[in-house]
């Protein structure tokens, strides 16, 4: 190999890295997004046949497929609205206050990031049945809140770490109320932690399956629905949600980053 083709394979050598692992990670969508324009010969759609878009026309043309979306959206909603308040009032308890335990209530937020969701899905099992509860929405919805509440604390609390507190000092020295504070200069400083944690909750409770499956009952959301739809003849619709989702992701995340992009850019304007 030339001399300066080595020199340029090895300035480049981390950024040839991460495109090639960016793409290992991006093809199985690829995959999902070509399949979802397939008209398959049979009940699987694993192999290519022939070009359509009778499933974009109608993506709720599986029986029960629609409805199982719409419970996942619900589960994953509320779960994340009940997981940001706890997980934010946890995360600035734990960064702004001293108190006994505190230590050891840090240690243990992480458990439920390290333990395996099996362990997790039993135990709440276990609970569930100890205390009577009919299994279905609420005990999903409770243990999806509960998983989801270590991944919110973790985000929400790196951004409070690394806000400056003169900030809110100055606001005070301003003669603003702790409510005033809280509102026009603690939560907007917060607030991209805030929003990725909520965002990684959302994701993560409406993808689980282990859990829900350990305690849905006889209720079905997406992703069991798709686990049992991959037993007799997977849809190509699963395929379309599944490209949706994806596809709206990623128009969150780009709209995320270019208004970031323009605010920073209108603070160095100034």
Known sequence: MPRHATNWLKRNLVVIAGLLTLAYLILPNIVVMV????????????????????????PCGV?????????????????????????????????R???????????????????????????LLTLFL????????????????MFCLSFVVVAVKARVMSM???????????????????????LPIAAPGIAAGAMLAFALSFDDFIITNFNSGSTVTFPMFVWGSAQRGTPVQINVIGTAMFALAVLIVAGAQIVTDRRRKRALSQ
């Open 164 to 186: 400056d507190p003169r900030l809110e000092e100055a606001a005070r020295d301003l003669y603003a109320g702790p409510v005033q504070t809280f509102l026009r200069v603690t």
């Open 63 to 95: 029986a029960d497929l629609c409805g199982s979306l719409t419970l996942s959206l619900q589960i994953a909603l509320w779960a994340t609205i009940g997981a940001t308040v706890l997980g934010g009032m946890i995360a600035f308890a734990l960064v």
């Open 97 to 123: 206050y001293r108190f006994r335990a505190r230590g050891t209530i840090n240690s243990l937020i992480f458990l439920p990031m390290a333990m395996p969701e099996v362990v997790m899905a039993a135990s």
């Open 35 to 58: 399949f979802s324009f397939n008209k398959p010969a049979g009940r699987f759609n694993y192999a290519w046949r022939e070009f359509s878009t009778d499933a974009w026309r109608d």
């Open 130 to 145: 100890n205390m009577g509860a009919q299994l279905g929405f609420w005990t999903i919805l409770i243990a999806h809140t």
